[in-house]
Every structure is written in C-alpha cells, then in structure tokens.
Nanobody
Framework: QVQLVESGGGLVQAGGSLRLSCAAS????????MGWYRQAPGKQRELVAT???????NYADSVKGRFTISRDNAKNTVYLQMISLKPEDTAVYYC???????????????WGQGTQVTVSS
C-alpha cells in the first residue's frame, strides 16, 4: 500500500502565493507520473499540472505562467508552486501518483486526501 499526504493549502488573498507538497510513502519501487488536480464546488475534477519521472511537465491553460510543478524523486515528493492566485483557483487540490509497488509487484494509481485552497478577492 502507498499513501499520499498533501500539505500547504490555506486561505490567501488574490495575487498571493501558496506552495503545495505531496509526499508518497509505503511499498514504493518507482513512481512514474505525478500530478495535481483540483475540484471546485459543483464542478468536475480537472487537471492542473503533471510531471513525468524525467521532469517533463504539462499544465492546464488556466494556470500556465502562474503555477510550477516540480518533484524530488529521492523524497517521493511532488510540489506545486502557485503565484498570482485568483479567486477562480479556489478548490480542493488533489495529488496523484502512478506507482510501481514492491511487494506484491504491481502498478497502481493513488490519490491524496485533498487540501483546500481558498483565494479571497
């Protein structure tokens, strides 16, 4: 089993910054892609940003130029640096990881519990 634990959410004024972290732990052999998704009230969960094990990144158009995803493979941790936050960024942010587990050897997709980001106008 693998656990993803997010941290760093909170309340911030428009134009402010936050940094989210997500640490994976458990029976991990290797983590492939990692990413951040978000879900606002009454809306579907949407992709925010993803990063491969080699560091290639992909962003939603709505966050390009404001959000930066990065990862520390030695710590099995992914980060999301968010600047110039807008009220429409308000959502629960979820971490996702595509994980090869050690024992038994298998590949699974895991989600964190979510962290609330609220941007006030």
């Amino acid at each position: 089993q693998v656990q993803l634990v997010e941290s760093g959410g909170g309340l911030v004024q428009a134009g402010g910054s936050l940094r989210l972290s997500c640490a994976a732990s458990g029976s991990i052999l290797r983590i492939n892609g990692m990413g951040w998704y978000r879900q606002a009230p009454g809306k579907q969960r949407e992709l925010v940003a993803t990063i491969t094990s080699g560091g290639s990144t992909n962003y939603a158009d709505s966050v390009k130029g404001r959000f930066t995803i990065s990862r520390d493979n030695a710590k099995n941790t992914v980060y999301l640096q968010m600047i110039s936050l807008k009220p429409e960024d308000t959502a629960v942010y979820y971490c996702n990881a595509d994980v090869w587990e050690r024992a038994p050897l298998r590949k699974n997709d895991y989600w964190g519990q979510g962290t609330q980001v609220t941007v006030s106008s």
